[in-house]
């Protein structure tokens, strides 16, 4: 779901859940897991967000300054923007950076989560996504960097992740979704989202065209 290296499967992935469905939670459990495992050893988690919520048990910062000072030393950060209006403006200049890093760095590995893009004015259907985003879904898995997008709803994915994502995992989602899902990505949703409750959830590997469904985490 997140190994930036470097393999088809070193492509970004994508959650898509309703509101209160435990993407978050979810979330949560993965990258602390992934960070107790020793294929994650050189890989740093940056964690970008508008809600104020403490998921991580890291203490979040709100300055850059301060963000890539920390990716010095630690290997999981998270970002709270102070004023929700520079939100997207900082997501791209932190890809940035994090790919200038990378270009320093060649044995350092990355993982941008962003959750909650929906609100993000780029990330509809029709949205116009910024060279930024484009550059960590086109160009990130030769990096060593990958991109996490947490989103509400899978049509709220824009096309440029179409063949350019390796999975994704699937809570509850809307009905209107399973027909998106089967025309964008090739797969029945409506029989594999069936009874996808009590924080059920579905691993979508999209390189080898499999599903996979697991109890809640």
């Known amino acids: 779901l997140f190994l930036p290296d470097g393999s088809p499967h070193g492509l970004s992935s ?15 459990y993965m990258v602390n897991r992934a960070l107790t495992m020793k294929e994650f050893d050189e890989t740093r988690f940056i964690y970008l967000s508008i809600k104020r919520e403490d998921y991580f048990g890291v203490e979040p910062v709100s300055s850059m300054k301060k963000l890539f000072k920390r990716m010095q030393k630690e290997r999981l950060m998270v970002f709270y ?3 929700p209006e520079d939100y997207e403006y900082q997501v791209d200049y932190i890809i940035e950076e994090i790919f200038r890093f990378a270009e320093a760095n060649p044995d350092s590995k990355y993982v941008i989560v962003i959750d909650d893009v929906n609100i993000m004015d780029s ?6 996504v910024s060279s930024a985003v484009k550059k960590l879904v086109v160009a990130g898995r030769s990096k060593g ?19 350019n994502l390796s999975s994704l995992v699937i809570l509850s989602i809307n009905p209107l979704d399973n027909a998106y899902g089967h025309r964008i990505f090739g797969i029945d949703f ?6 996808l409750n009590n924080y059920k959830w579905l691993y979508v590997d999209l390189i080898d065209e499999k599903t996979y469904r697991f109890n809640a985490v």
Not at 14 to 28: E, P
Not at 123 to 128: A, E, Q, W
Not at 190 to 195: C, F, G, P, S
């Open 81 to 83: 923007p102070e004023n």
């Open 123 to 128: 990330f509809t259907n029709m949205g116009h």
């Open 190 to 195: 409506d029989a594999e989202t069936e009874d």
């Open 145 to 163: 960097i990958v991109g996490c997008f947490v989103c509400h709803r899978l049509g709220f994915l824009p096309r440029i992740m179409n063949g």
């Open 14 to 28: 994508a959650y898509a859940a309703r509101s209160g469905s435990g993407k978050t939670h979810h979330l949560t």
